[in-house]
T-cell receptor, first 114, second 113 residues
Framework: KAGVTQTPRYLIKTRGQQVTLSCSPISGHRSVSWYQQTPGQGLQFLFEYFSETQRNKGNFPGRFSGRQFSNSRSEMNVSTLELGDSALYLC?????????????FGSGTRLTVV | AQSVSQHNHHVILSEAASLELGCNYSYGGTVNLFWYVQYPGQHLQLLLKYFSGDPLVKGIKGFEAEFIKSKFSFNLRKPSVQWSDTAEYFCAAGGPNTDKLIFGTGTRLQVFP
């Protein structure tokens, strides 16, 4: 079966702009989680959606938001971009959204803010 | 506070050397533990996981990890590394009924032929 698909793979944006990233989970998976990966901080949890509802949120400012559609595809939006938002953004899908069931990660979207 | 610590940031080994990567966690309650690997240019892949039972868990590619509850540790081991093991390794923790994984900052492993 197809894996987790993230688009686009690379993005370059200017400070102050906004950006939308997309994630298509594995077919049948209803949970989508988002993580930010940076060299200094590692992977940090952004939020998780299950059946179109945000169930959990990490410690990120309100500029980071997301949503999930009825087909389980998810988007993440970052407004008013800052240089520090440059990172690899990873999406992970799961059938139930609990760590016991495991997660499959996508290849990520690398965002560079200049 | 929930946290995962990986004290080895960068490890350099020769092929056939033994590997042990440290992972310590702080997590209230029942915890599930994971090791993920990220090969250059590839997505995160699950190496192994511990939920309960035998504290010594075996994963893919000859990796194993031991859960030591008294030390809050979940160290990753491999008796003999190969050049193809060059990658970044992440330890992670999560509760069985939650959706959030807490990751360590990762250990970069370089294996030279």
């Amino acid at each position: 079966k197809a894996g987790v698909t993230q688009t686009p793979r690379y993005l370059i944006k200017t400070r102050g702009q906004q950006v939308t990233l997309s994630c298509s989970p594995i077919s049948g998976h209803r949970s989508v989680s988002w993580y930010q990966q940076t060299p200094g901080q590692g992977l940090q949890f952004l939020f998780e959606y299950f059946s179109e509802t945000q169930r959990n949120k990490g410690n990120f400012p309100g500029r980071f938001s997301g949503r999930q559609f009825s087909n389980s595809r998810s988007e993440m939006n970052v407004s008013t971009l800052e240089l520090g938002d440059s990172a690899l953004y990873l999406c992970a899908s799961s059938s139930q959204g609990q760590t016991t069931y495991g997660y499959t990660f996508g290849s990520g979207t690398r965002l560079t803010v200049v | 506070a929930q946290s995962v610590s990986q004290h080895n940031h960068h490890v350099i080994l020769s092929e056939a050397a033994s590997l042990e990567l440290g992972c310590n966690y702080s997590y209230g309650g029942t915890v599930n533990l994971f090791w993920y690997v990220q090969y250059p240019g590839q997505h995160l892949q699950l190496l192994l996981k511990y939920f309960s039972g035998d504290p010594l868990v075996k994963g893919i590619k000859g990796f194993e990890a031991e859960f030591i509850k008294s030390k809050f540790s979940f160290n990753l081991r491999k008796p003999s590394v190969q050049w193809s093991d060059t990658a970044e390794y992440f330890c992670a923790a999560g509760g069985p009924n939650t959706d959030k994984l807490i990751f360590g900052t990762g250990t970069r492993l370089q294996v030279f032929p």
